[in-house]
């Protein structure tokens, strides 16, 4: 029996058929993928079309069907996704009015500066647990509404729908009929009360967004819609649903408080499981909704590195000290430590726990030894002491200890990097055999929405990849210590 995982990403569009094994194990047996284009219509804006996004999806899994061995074999579907990115459409025609606002579209920093300003954040964070930012779906919402003429007048009247990209598809699957989100990508919206998991009046009005232009809020895991049977010959089920960095979550099985999850690509996304209960964040980490499922409702706190493998791209691309990004792995080995050499990648500012957007890189401690392995060392030891920071400010608000720290994305096939994060973080880390996490948590989800498993615990899979700490008290107090300084200097040369 196979399940279709439909992953539609910033930069690409996937479906991906698992095969559910007698265990509940869910192995992949086809896959097919379509790159999106980006449209940047102004400085700081970034769009996508989701009438491509759309068309995408609906071939993708077209192909993966057919390779699989036709729709008769397929169960159900789930569905993951960049999040945030939000879309406005025509109830009557299902058509897009305009483009959709993606996450990292800067365009209504204006919006969230003024409502900052008027004293709104504490009250938007308690209810949310997000700051207020233009990263998340609101303002976006209300900029469409505001964008296209006669909208907002016609959104009152249910003639108009928006939504974040799981909606719109799960619109477009179910031919009209579902207009629903799922309570993971609804947190993300700054509209959704994190406790009842419902939309606020209080704040729909706050960031001018008409209720009745918004989904319903659903389950992670449950029936979702029903796929109109002209699409792909049959009518599937959609019975699952979340968003990227959550369905990651699953995937990698981070179910309990305690779990983490860290997808090393260009930048780094940590989110841990705190639990059934919400954590308010006091260092600026994001409060979310894990996922809800089974009946049960499990929190995250989310946190972010600007710069990780995107360090690993400056020494190729850059400084030119290498000439592919695994060769950096050999050249770290060849030296017995850092030297003192430290970098500190704030290419476009620093994170949590720092908070200085104005900050950039640096690289402290040179001396007439260094040559191009101290800086490759030192670009990949800063991975491990800013996922440390991070670690260290998920502690300060009072999370769960960590008991793993489960690692995905191209940067985890750096075997070094991944020691040091272990010895730096003092915790095991996990990578496991296979890399696609995203969608997999989908599937699992969409497996337990449709009865076929009886829970998310990952079935038995091929052996991960661990790193367990083994670094001295003193050796990494001394390392954290000049990281710490190195930091300092990064701030402070910016000032
Ligand atoms: P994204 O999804 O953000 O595009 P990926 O998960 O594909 O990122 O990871 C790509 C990043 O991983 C690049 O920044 C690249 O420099 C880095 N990378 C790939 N292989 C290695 C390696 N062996 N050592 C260190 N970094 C690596």
Redesign the pocket.
């Known amino acids: 029996m196979l399940i279709l995982s439909i992953d539609q990403g910033t930069?690409s569009t996937r479906a991906i058929a698992f095969e559910l094994g007698p265990d509940g194990d869910l192995s992949p047996v086809a896959v097919s993928q379509i790159e999106l284009a980006q449209h940047f219509p102004a400085s700081g804006w970034v769009e996508h079309d989701a009438a491509e996004i759309w068309a995408a999806t609906l071939q993708t899994c077209r192909e993966v069907i057919k390779k699989a061995g036709g729709v008769g074999r397929f169960a159900v579907i789930g569905i993951t996704n960049q999040r945030e990115t939000s879309v406005i459409w025509d109830a009557a025609t299902g058509e897009p009015l305009h483009r959709a606002i993606v996450w990292q579209d800067r365009r209504t920093a204006g919006v969230t500066a003024a409502l900052t300003e008027a004293g709104h954040e504490a009250a938007v964070q308690a209810a949310t647990g997000l700051i207020l930012d233009p990263y998340f779906s609101a303002t976006k919402y209300a900029w469409l509404l505001d964008a296209v003429p006669g909208a907002r007048d016609r959104a009152e009247r249910g003639e108009v729908k928006l939504g974040t990209i799981e909606s719109w598809l799960i619109w477009k699957l179910t031919g009209g009929v579902a207009h629903v989100t799922d309570a993971t990508n609804a947190s993300r919206t700054s509209l959704m009360d994190l406790k009842t998991l419902q939309w606020r009046d209080d704040l729909c009005a706050l960031f001018k967004v008409p209720r009745q232009a918004l989904p319903a809020i659903m389950g992670c895991a449950e029936p979702l819609g029903v796929c109109d049977p002209s699409l792909f010959g049959e009518a599937l089920a959609i019975t699952g649903a979340a968003g990227d960095q959550q369905a990651a979550l699953v995937g990698h099985g981070a179910l309990n408080p305690g779990d983490a999850k860290i997808?090393?690509?260009?930048?780094a996304f940590l989110v841990a499981n705190v639990g059934a209960e919400p954590v308010a964040s006091t260092r600026r980490l994001l409060g979310t909704l894990a996922y809800r499922a089974g009946g049960a409702t499990a929190y995250a706190l989310e946190g972010s590195i600007f710069s990780?493998?995107?360090a690993?791209?400056w020494l190729?691309d850059g400084a030119r000290m290498i000439s592919e990004?695994?060769q950096?792995?050999a050249m770290a080995q060849s030296l017995p430590d850092n030297g003192g050499v430290y970098l500190v990648p704030g290419f476009t500012g620093l994170g949590a726990p720092w908070w200085k957007a104005e900050a950039r890189g640096a690289v402290v401690g040179l001396t007439r030894d260094a040559g191009p392995a101290h800086f490759v060392r030192a670009a990949?030891e800063a991975l491990a002491y800013q996922t440390r920071d991070l670690l260290d400010a998920l502690a300060d608000d009072g999370a769960p200890p960590l008991k793993t720290l489960k690692v995905d994305?191209?940067?985890t096939?750096?075997a070094f990097?991944m020691q040091f994060v272990a010895d730096i973080c003092q915790v095991e880390v996990e990578r496991p055999a296979f890399q696609e996490m995203t969608a997999l948590g989908a599937a699992r989800l969409a497996a337990l929405g449709a009865g076929l498993v009886p829970d998310l615990s990952p079935g038995v899979a091929q052996a991960p990849a661990r790193w367990a700490p083994r670094m001295g008290d003193d050796e990494r107090e001394r390392l954290l210590k000049g990281w710490r300084a190195a930091v300092q200097a990064a701030i402070i040369a910016a000032q």
């Open positions: 930069t997808t090393y690509g260009t930048g990780a493998g995107s690993i791209q190729r990004s695994r950096s792995e990949l994305g191209g940067v096939a750096n990097a």
